[in-house]
């Protein structure tokens, strides 16, 4: 009953609808290639109403479609394979619960003054951030379990507590890091980004911070355009999107401070 009540009151916005769903598909799209989803569809759903902590729990539940089409993809391409990044999936786990949980503690008003300035602040690193450079000069890949631990449990937490950009956060940190390249790095951030989501939507359901309404007709919409966005990925490179992308980031920002 309450889900045909809601229905009932949101469909007669269709203008609504339309902002979530378009924002969704190019969120996955985005996300699949270069990282920074949350950057479209957290502004969305803010600007549809929902509360932070509701925005930031269905947010979980549609970018778990796109990261797991899109990881699905890289790992039956070759790109990824799980096996060889198994420390790194258990520390982002555990940073991703305890970044939720501490989510869950802020109140309603730290978030609305907050996550806006977050997105905004994330937005303009990436719009200056040149992953050209990274990828010819990186570092030899780290033996020390400690690295891979302290950037899963940090990026972890960060997608727990807040999430916009984290998969970008998870490109650069990896070719930091790693001896990847461009498109394994975003391999290993599409898998990493799903195990994040997948943690804080299970913590956010508990209690109770999602709309899954919303989160499923966005995940869906979500999940066509990561697979679209993937198969680019891997054909193209990250590098046609980012302008696009910095477009749309820009847009919402601005949209978002005039809210």
Known sequence: MDLLNELATLLPHWHTWLLLLLAAFSAGFIDAIAGGGGLITIPALLMAGLPPHLALGTNKLSSSFGSFTATLVFIRKGIFNPKHWLLLLFATLAGAIIGTIAASLISIDILNQVLPMIIIGVAIYMLFQNY????????????????KITQGCSIGFYDGIAGPGTGSFWVVSNLILYKQSLLQSSGIAR????VSNITSLVTFAILGH?????????GLVLLIGAWLGAHLAISKGAHLIKPIFMTVVIAISVKLLAF
């Open 132 to 147: 050209s450079n990274l990828d010819t000069n990186r570092p030899p890949y780290p033996r020390s379990n400690a690295v």
């Open 191 to 194: 898998a990493m980004n799903f």
């Open 210 to 218: 999602v709309n899954w309404m919303i989160g499923i007709a966005m």
